[in-house]
């Protein structure tokens, strides 16, 4: 198994890139935060940072087939959520299919929402596509989350390769014995499966544990010096976000 | 829905819900640590780890459906409530960052509903039965099958709330299609989590987390709080059914004006009109689900222990 | 001088029931090479980490250049040996190589810097190039080892303790693994049951049967012992009448 085909875009060198991890995450949090925090009907606002997205993408060398490729998936589900708001909104009935009926607020709501959601989805896009797991960690522990919350990241990563192997090899095995079985069948398998996994998953934590002891653990994992940050990536980046904070403030102050 | 995306929440909401995930961490940090000690390390590493890769099997639930282990309750009922909350934390947070697997505006919403609502409610309602039946291997592995089923049910809620008080979907809709899919999802939740739950205590027993057998207080506790949750729903439900105009000015007082004055879309204003209010609906169909997850929780148990 | 390692009346069981080892007694000097030799579950593992202190005996002491395995000496001990164990997944549990190798010197409050520095130099030094920023999960079997044998070197341990070196590699990486650990300085005591491996890295043999030692001599007597090989399951008759 392996999610590097995620961060292939990590080692192209670009001006975003070449800012420090933490830069790049917390510009995709205010991207995403400030479109998900824009009024119903803001459209000219959602226009102008949707702009802004795509400068991002520009600057950070990803080809856009690649953008849109990877946000498919997830934008398949949003789309099926927002689907929902088109029969759920009250409002002036439009159109009627079969008992359902679609409203003018309910196609409105369901235009901004899909709005809303590209927008951020591709911000989120763009940092992993640029963001090794390694360098997001390190960002994360310098925007001070709790070290309990890194660290298990940071083991959990390893781990987690190490448990998906152990599972499929479990599959297979279980699978050689009994080429098809019912779905009932197939079900206690997976709880099996699953129960092995977890009894799996603690004695590597077990035996993990004991060999960070013997290299001197005593209960926090330290980290190596992260990323340093320059001056210009700290003046775009304050550049960015007031730019947002800005365009969601205006946005509310017209709505 | 459990991971909302970007885009179905408004600024009110993506501010609070994650100022109360963030008070609700930092308490769990604190307990965790205590509760861990130098082994936290490792054992959230290792609970992380399966979390996610128990999120990746899918379990058929027939007629072409499947479903995966959402694991906060079978998380808890190893590590105790907190240090399940930051590794459900921890999962959230990197399904939003690495797989856009919920929003990062709405990352707030999401840890609130999974790790410190899911897994809060979820370990409540498993000490709680606990505290009434006392502590055996069948009436464990019953526990847990009903807390994951509840908690599932009350992650559904919290997202209908969320939406509703972001003024994206009025509540009573929103209660009746993202509740009424959680509590499909809870069925699949309780029986895997009782049905892991009792292959792990059979084979590895020390990994779950001791309860220690309930106390005279701990039980008096368990049914003074079954009798005050009984007796309020029962007021509820009056109240629903002879008052209505009270629950509404209740609701409205809330924030949710769109509750009964709102035009609904065709099936749900047939579907609400005889049981004389949705929030009704969705009471009774949470009932309903626990008394369902109940049964399925003692069906799992006697299967799986071979008593 | 006390000896680098002293094992002493060494007894230990696990909370199964079962007694892993029942009263070891052998010492280390400073630049030896010793084989702890031993068919599986003869207590070879139990022992090494005895020796860094991960277990606590039922009876008996190990002591490491004078200081107890015990206590606040703990720290001092793990300083000085290097365990490296049985499956080196157990010992690269960090999101990259760089992190896993400077992890033991960060945790003796070597500064991050300092800690890069040292972990760059010791990859050089075993001739793992170019895989610094990659997981474990990124390498091929032979460079996990070389790997996991790199987060102890780093620390500059005076004994370096390994736990079925060369258990899963192939017969390259084997030979290439044996050859490198030839011309390293440190006192070596190594836990196998490849009798092969043990010839070409060390001088002295130490045979553990069921948690004893039943033998402790010049490996090349050891090797020429048939009769013991066979007894304690170190080596099988291979006929076809056997």
């Given amino acids: 198994m392996s999610f590097h085909h995620l961060d292939q875009y990590a080692t192209v060198s670009s001006p975003v890139t070449r800012a420090t991890p933490t830069a790049r995450v917390l510009a995709a949090t205010a991207i995403a935060v400030g479109t998900a925090a824009l009024p119903l009907g803001a459209w000219e606002h959602l226009g102008i940072l949707a702009g802004l997205v795509v400068l991002v993408v520009a600057a950070a060398h990803v080809p856009a087939s690649l953008i849109l490729r990877r946000l498919a998936g997830p934008f398949v589900f949003v789309l099926a959520a927002s689907t929902g708001l088109l029969f759920l909104v009250p409002g002036t009935p439009l159109i009627h299919v079969g008992p359902f009926g679609i409203s003018d607020a309910g196609l409105q709501r369901f235009g901004f929402v899909l709005g809303r959601a590209s927008v951020a989805l591709t911000a989120a896009v763009v940092l992993v596509s640029t963001t090794s797991f390694p360098e997001l960690l390190q960002a994360l522990r310098q925007l001070r989350l709790p070290a309990a919350v890194t660290t298990a990241l940071g083991l959990g990563y390893r781990l987690l390769y190490l448990l998906v192997d152990e599972l499929e090899r479990l599959q297979r095995a279980a699978r050689s014995r009994n080429a098809d079985g019912g779905t009932t069948r197939r079900r206690r398998l997976l709880v099996g499966i699953t129960a092995a996994g977890l009894s799996r998953a603690f004695a590597r934590g077990e035996r993990t544990h004991r060999a960070m002891l013997a290299r001197g653990f005593v209960g926090d994992l330290p980290s190596l010096a992260p990323k340093s940050w320059d001056l210009g990536t700290a003046l775009v980046l304050t550049v960015l976000i007031v730019a947002v904070v800005a365009i969601a403030l205006s946005a509310h102050l017209r709505f | 829905m459990a991971h909302i995306p970007d885009g179905f929440l408004s600024a009110p909401v993506m501010a609070g819900t994650a100022a109360a995930s963030v008070a609700g961490l930092a308490v769990a940090v604190h307990r965790s640590r205590r509760h861990l000690a130098e082994r936290e390390a490792p054992v959230l590493g290792a609970a992380t780890a399966f979390v996610f890769a128990a999120q990746m099997l899918n379990f058929p639930l027939g007629a072409g459906t499947s479903a995966h282990l959402l694991g906060g309750v079978l998380v808890g009922t190893m590590l105790g409530p907190w240090a399940a909350m930051l590794v459900l934390f921890a999962v959230v947070l990197v399904q939003a960052l690495l797989f856009q697997d919920g929003g990062i505006g709405a990352l707030g919403a999401n840890t609130l509903n999974m790790a410190i609502l899911g897994v809060g409610s979820g370990m409540l309602v498993y000490r709680w039965i606990l505290g009434l039946t006392g502590v055996g291997v069948r009436r464990r592995v019953a526990a847990a099958a009903v807390a994951g089923a509840g908690s599932t049910v009350i992650v559904g809620v919290a997202v209908a709330i969320e939406l509703a008080l972001s003024d994206t979907v009025p509540l009573a809709p929103a209660l009746v299609a993202v509740g009424g899919g959680h509590a499909l999802m809870g069925i699949g939740e309780g029986v895997i989590t009782g049905a892991v739950l009792a292959m792990v205590l059979r084979a590895r027993p020390e990994l779950v987390g001791g309860v220690p057998s309930p106390s005279g207080w701990d039980r008096a506790l368990a049914y003074a709080g079954t009798i005050v949750a009984v007796t309020l729903a029962a007021g509820a439900a009056y109240l629903a059914s002879s008052k209505p105009d009270a629950l509404e000015a209740a609701a409205a007082r809330l924030g949710i004006q769109e509750f009964e004055t709102a035009y609904l879309a065709a099936p749900f204003a047939d579907y609400t009109a005889p049981l004389g209010g949705a929030l009704m609906a969705a009471v009774i169909g949470v009932i309903v689900v626990f008394v369902v997850a109940w049964v399925i929780g003692r069906a799992v148990t006697r299967k799986r222990l071979g008593v | ?242």
């Fill in chain 3, 1 to 242: 001088m006390p000896p680098l390692l002293a094992v002493r009346d060494l007894a230990f069981h696990y909370p199964g029931g079962t007694s892993a080892l029942r009263g070891i007694s052998f010492d280390v000097e400073r630049g030896e090479r010793v084989a702890l030799l031993g068919s599986t579950g003869s207590g070879k593992s139990t022992l090494l980490q005895h020796i860094n202190g991960l277990l606590t005996p039922d009876a008996g002491s190990v002591t490491v250049a004078g200081f107890a395995v015990a206590g606040d000496a703990v720290r001092e001990v793990r300083r000085r040996v290097g365990l490296v164990f049985q499956d080196p997944n157990d010992q690269l549990f960090l999101p990259t190589l760089l992190e896993d190798i400077a992890f033991g010197p960060l945790n003796d409050g070597v500064d991050a810097h300092e800690a890069t520095y040292r972990a760059r130099v010791i990859l050089d030094e075993l001739g793992l190039v170019g895989v610094e920023s990659r997981p474990a999960h990124h390498l091929s079997g032979g460079e996990r080892r070389l790997a996991a044998l790199a987060t102890v070197l780093v620390s500059r341990p005076e004994l370096l303790a390994l736990d079925e070196p060369t258990g899963d590699l192939d017969a390259v990486s084997r030979s290439r693994l044996v050859r490198l650990l030839a011309t390293r300085p440190e006192t070596l005591l190594t836990a196998t049951h490849d009798l092969d491996v043990a010839a070409a890295l060390c001088e002295r043999g130490v045979v553990l049967h069921r948690g004893a030692v039943v033998a402790d001599r010049l490996l090349a007597d050891v090797l020429g012992d048939r009769e013991l090989l066979e007894r304690h399951g170190l080596a099988a008759p291979l006929d076809r009448s056997g």
